[in-house]
């Protein structure tokens, strides 16, 4: 049984920060790459960074050089540090991961339940 479970959303005012964490935990042998996407209400869900099991990252141009994703590869955990933060960047934050939860067992793609961030004076 494998969690990813989202923390750190909250309301904050233009230009503050948040910090976003999601755990995986369960039975987890390894992990690919983990991502992070947003969604608003009537809005596909939109990729907004990843990284890889190696520490390579991407961002969508909409965040670049204001958020930076992390990965501690020991606690399985994933952060995503949001400076400068905007009204738009107003979404329900989920993590999705692609990962093994056994020796030679094949990827599976696993997702948190979400967390709220909500920018606005």
């Known amino acids: 049984q494998v969690e ?9 005012q233009p230009g503050g920060s948040l910090r976003l964490s999601c755990v995986a935990s369960g ?6 790459a983990i991502r992070w996407y947003r969604q608003t ?5 939109e990729l907004v960074t990843a990284i890889t099991g190696g520490g ?4 969508a141009d909409s965040v670049k050089g204001r958020f930076t994703i992390s990965m501690d590869n020991a606690k399985n955990t994933v952060f995503l540090q949001m400076n400068d933060l905007k009204p738009e960047d107003t979404a329900v934050y989920y993590c999705n991961a692609d990962l093994q939860s056994r020796r030679y067992y094949p990827q ?6 979400g967390t709220q961030v909500t920018v606005s004076s």
Do not use: A, C, D, H
């Open 4 to 12: 990813l479970v989202e923390s750190g959303g909250g309301l904050v």
């Open 27 to 32: 039975s987890i042998f390894s992990i690919s």
């Open 56 to 59: 390579s990252t991407n961002y």
């Open 108 to 113: 599976q793609p696993y997702w948190g339940k």
């Open 41 to 45: 209400p009537g809005k596909e869900r």
